[in-house]
């Protein structure tokens, strides 16, 4: 609507959620998040569709690490990660298979995000010069 908002912030160190930051309006405005394409008002309205696409594999590789230095956990192979595997199996994939992967055949641009960080940029910046969307 062309108004300012504050956008929430999370800390997942201390599982509380913050002030966040004053987003002022603008002509481009990205926004990412992994169930961002399932909300209809975003994935409807005068956007552009990015999926970024990681393999299965790298996903719950990083989401072990991650939970490895977020809880600096360092049990990585003892007894208990079975169940953050499982969880990840029973539940993120699921999720994931159901509200997130059924958008990326309507995404304007899918990308591969399992490839090196600078290659994603340029193909996603080569894109988006190709829309006309930035120099």
């Not at 699921?94 to 490839?115: C, M, N, Q, Y």
């Amino acid at each position: 609507a062309g108004e300012s908002v504050r956008l929430a912030s999370y800390d997942f160190t201390t599982l509380e959620t913050g002030e966040g930051t004053l987003v002022e309006p603008k002509p481009i405005i990205m926004v990412e998040g992994i169930f961002v394409l399932a909300i209809p008002e975003i994935r409807n309205g005068p956007s552009v569709d990015i999926f970024m696409d990681v393999d299965g594999e790298i996903r719950l590789a990083r989401r072990v690490i991650r939970d490895v230095i977020r809880h600096e956990r360092s049990d990585l192979g003892k007894e208990g990660y079975e169940d953050d595997i499982n969880y990840y199996l029973d539940y993120v994939k699921k999720g994931f298979d159901r509200f997130v992967l059924p958008h990326k055949p309507t995404a304007d641009f899918v990308v591969d995000a399992s490839i090196a960080a600078d290659t994603t940029v340029e193909r996603t910046l080569e894109f988006l010069r190709g829309r006309g969307l930035v120099d």
